[in-house]
């Protein structure tokens, strides 16, 4: 395990160092997992990461987890370089994609807890250049993708022209892309994600720190909380440890991901970090230290809408809540050879980070998070025997009735020494994604594991988009079975019932 008070030492010289001291000094006593439940949640989670990697064909991944500021799981799966044989380890730097944007949300968060930034505004007060539109647009406005900012569009792409190709030396010379676009809402009246609201807000930023955006990253961030790994993605430079990145074609062969040159979109889509990196980074918002109370509320506190409804989204973190109810702060993303998400679970000091180097893998990147954090988080059962448990081993033949399909399928459970483990038909909708997406289209998802409890039984599913749990509760020889899992930018709630064959 590495932790954070043995990676940094008190006192330090500068108060940003002296910063990520407070915050570990201040973490509170959560109770944490137990040594064996540790052991188990991540032999569990070693063991999904495997077999997802199997069913996806997946390249390379990079997990780590960070309990009350304490690295307790840091571990690399794949290949960083498929051509050379090269293993990801706990230190290959990834592409953040959209991650970028919660870093950058810390520079805005250190510039307005030292009184050198005004959220509200009008952004000309640090972008004069930037044309005037029908209503002024703030910082804030910028953090909460309130500020009626276009997103990528395909004139971005075509016509012999990629922003991917070309190098912009500063920002300012980078707004020129969308600078006189016209607003895709007045400002503050619709939530509109938006990567280059992103490079606008890293402009403020460089204007009202007076110093280079990048380089404010690096000291006022980067260096305070020890992210050795983390920096830009800069394409013309030898980065050790940097990953290759990969795509897969139509017909799901793995290519090499197509160039990219992120100086358009340092702030919302262009470093690299690692996953131990990641949660360090992550580990500096749970409790006052590095950030004040009220910057922490800032950060977490949904933003609104003009007509009074909350976006979920505060200064660029997304909040939310996970199947169980416990409250999540989070952001992932994507980007050619590059799929992240960062989570952090505030009342429990749990903070996760996933990492691949293949551009759409897994889809379900969120729901692998949480997947793989419950075995963390979960309160450990009463040792075998103790309580009557439900014997789940049996064949099941189970039907899916949603408003978009219907699908049926099988389920086998059967037992090995004291554990279980499984399979399932894959329903249809798994399988038309896969296709639509070049993944492999396998006709059973391996359960990685069956964890039995009193009434009820969880199956750990590993599929071509990601790791979740399918939740089975059994009456007699019926089985009722319920999960949740994400498909690119849509939901699925699968609920399914069955009888023993």
Request: neutral net charge; charged residues 20%; glycine residues 10%.
């Amino acid at each position: 395990m590495t932790s954070l008070k043995r990676l940094v030492t008190c006192p330090q010289r500068g108060l940003l160092a002296v910063a990520l001291c407070l915050v570990v000094a201040s973490l509170p006593a959560f109770s944490g997992p137990a040594p064996d439940q540790q052991a188990d949640a991540i032999k569990l989670g070693r063991a999904a990461v495997k077999a997802f990697a199997e069913v996806s064909g997946a390249t390379g991944i990079s997990v780590a987890v960070a309990i009350n500021g304490t690295v307790v799981w840091s571990e690399g799966f794949g290949y960083s370089d498929l051509e050379n044989h090269v293993p990801v380890t706990p230190n290959t730097r990834f592409r953040l994609g959209s991650v970028s944007k919660v870093l950058t949300a810390a520079s805005v968060a250190r510039l307005f807890q030292e009184g050198q930034l005004d959220l509200d505004a009008p952004i000309q007060k640090y972008v004069p250049g930037f044309p005037e539109k029908e209503n002024p647009i703030t910082t804030r406005q910028l953090a909460g993708h309130l500020a009626g900012i276009r997103h990528y569009q395909a004139k971005d792409y075509g016509q012999g022209h990629n922003i991917d190709f070309e190098h912009f030396g500063t920002i300012l010379d980078s707004l020129k892309i969308f600078k006189d676009d016209p607003l895709v809402a007045p400002p503050g009246t619709r939530y509109s994600y938006s990567t280059f609201g992103f490079t606008l807000l890293s402009q403020v930023v460089e204007s009202a720190a007076k110093q280079n955006f990048l380089s404010y990253l690096e000291t006022n961030v980067f260096k305070p909380l020890d992210m050795q790994n983390t920096l830009p993605d800069f394409p013309d430079r030898i980065i050790p440890g940097r990953t290759r990145f990969y795509e897969r074609a139509a017909d799901g062969q793995i290519i090499n991901a197509p160039y990219v040159d992120p100086s358009y979109k340092w702030a919302g889509g262009g470093l690299l970090s690692t996953a131990k990196d990641l949660v360090r980074f992550g580990t500096a918002h749970l409790q006052p230290g590095f950030f004040k109370p009220e910057t922490l509320k800032l950060l977490f506190t949904s933003q609104r809408t003009s007509d009074g409804k909350e976006t979920g989204v505060g200064i660029a973190w997304r909040i939310g809540a996970d199947e169980q109810g416990r409250r999540i702060f989070h952001h992932a993303g994507s980007i050619n050879g590059g799929r992240t998400v960062l989570m952090i679970y505030p009342d429990s000091g749990l903070v996760i980070a996933f990492l691949s180097n293949l551009g759409v893998t897994p889809a379900a990147i969120e729901r692998t998070a949480q997947t793989l954090a419950e075995p963390f988080l979960d309160a450990p059962e009463p040792r075998r025997g103790s309580v009557a448990r439900v014997n789940p081993a049996g064949k099941f033949e189970y039907t899916i009735e949603a408003a978009e399909f219907s699908t049926k399928g099988s389920i086998e459970i059967i037992r090995v020494g004291a554990d279980y483990t499984g399979s399932m038909t894959t329903p249809k909708v798994f399988l038309d994604f896969a296709q639509k997406t070049g993944q492999p289209a396998i006709e059973r998802l391996p359960f990685v594991s069956v964890i039995a409890h009193a009434q009820e039984a969880v199956a750990i599913v590993a599929s071509p988009v990601g790791i979740f749990p399918l939740r089975m509760r059994f009456e007699g020889n019926s089985i009722f079975g319920q999960s949740k899992a994400t498909l690119g930018p849509a939901s699925l709630e699968v609920s399914f019932k069955g009888t023993r064959r």
